[in-house]
């Protein structure tokens, strides 16, 4: 089995990303690099600070308590040093202002499980479920397996968000016969476009999404964000829709931008550039 991948969030009584009441679940880590990508924390396979430089009171006691010497002031506000950082948390523990936050946390498959099942009452009123997301969830296909099957003999409806960037075999044998409902990222058709806004090909993606159809053995729901000027042109929606006129989805959804990855970003301590 896969080491234990880290969750940077568990959101319960949702109601996105799939029907009824849902449970979404954030595994941390994914093989693209999207310029906009609504959730940065998710995008490394680490345990990282966010630091809210609005909630900061500058009282100086995470800097006191640092065995490390990674958190500085500067001119205007403190600074983490991620060369320095060893992520022991100490920080987070003596912030009263709640404006350290650790992204990224291990669970075993069962405490998993457990805190899914917790609304399972819902779920079954609702016809909701959990719905895996991320960062990529099918890069734990091993981890993920064990969860879907507890889960299918609970009779869940069970849902995949993801880039589409997996290894399609393992997908088959590790997930595939355990999920409902599979929502694909379809971003940018030109390959190299993809590649500079993503810092991969899509040729993974766009062959995944042929075997998925052939044949088709879950709902599929094909989603594109839009991204001014990159993602929402007419050429680029226009060979989207190409594409999709091949294949029998259960629907096409265009996403809103989100800009509160712009917050997040700086709470990570990384250039919006």
């Known amino acids: 089995m896969d080491?234990?991948?880290?969750?940077?969030?568990?959101?319960?009584?949702?109601?996105?990303?799939?029907s009824g009441?849902?449970?979404v679940v954030f595994f941390k880590g994914c093989p693209l690099k999207c310029d906009w990508c609504h959730n940065p924390e998710s995008q490394s396979f680490n345990k990282e600070i966010l630091w809210y430089h609005n909630l900061c009171k500058n009282c100086n006691e995470c800097s006191l308590v640092c065995k490390y010497n990674a958190i500085r002031k500067g001119d205007y506000e403190y600074k983490i040093d991620k060369t320095e950082c060893k992520v022991c948390s100490e920080c987070v523990y003596v912030c009263i202002h709640n404006a350290l936050r650790?992204?990224?946390q291990k669970y075993t498959t069962e405490s998993l499980v457990g805190i899914i099942l917790k609304d399972k009452i819902y779920f079954d009123i609702s016809?909701?479920?959990?719905?895996?997301?991320?960062?990529?969830?099918?890069m734990f296909m091993e981890f993920l397996s064990v969860v879907c099957k507890k889960l299918k003999e609970e009779n869940l409806n069970i849902a995949i968000q993801t880039c589409g960037y997996f290894n399609f075999e393992k997908f088959e044998y590790?997930?595939?016969?355990?999920?409902?409902?599979?929502?694909?990222?379809?971003?940018?058709?030109?390959?190299k476009q993809h590649i500079g806004?993503?810092?991969?090909?899509?040729?993974?993606?766009?062959?995944n999404l042929k075997k998925l159809f052939s044949p088709k053995q879950h709902k599929i729901?094909?989603?594109?964000?839009?991204?001014?000027?990159?993602?929402d042109t007419s050429e680029n929606l226009g060979r989207i829709i190409e594409i999709i006129k091949n294949y029998d989805c259960d629907g096409y959804e265009k996403l809103l931008f989100n800009d509160s990855y712009q917050r997040k970003i700086k709470a990570l301590g990384l250039d919006l550039n």
Do not use: A, M
Request: charge should be neutral.
């Open 197 to 207: 806004h993503t810092k991969k090909s899509n040729t993974r993606i766009l062959e």
């Open 221 to 231: 729901f094909i989603r594109t964000p839009l991204i001014g000027n990159i993602t």
């Open 102 to 104: 650790i992204v990224g």
């Open 3 to 18: 080491n234990y991948p880290l969750i940077f969030d568990i959101q319960r009584s949702s109601f996105v990303d799939g």
């Open 174 to 191: 590790y997930i595939s016969p355990y999920i409902n409902t599979i929502y694909f990222d379809l971003k940018i058709v030109d390959d």
């Open 21 to 23: 009441i849902r449970t």
């Open 127 to 138: 016809g909701g479920g959990v719905t895996f997301s991320g960062g990529e969830p099918l």
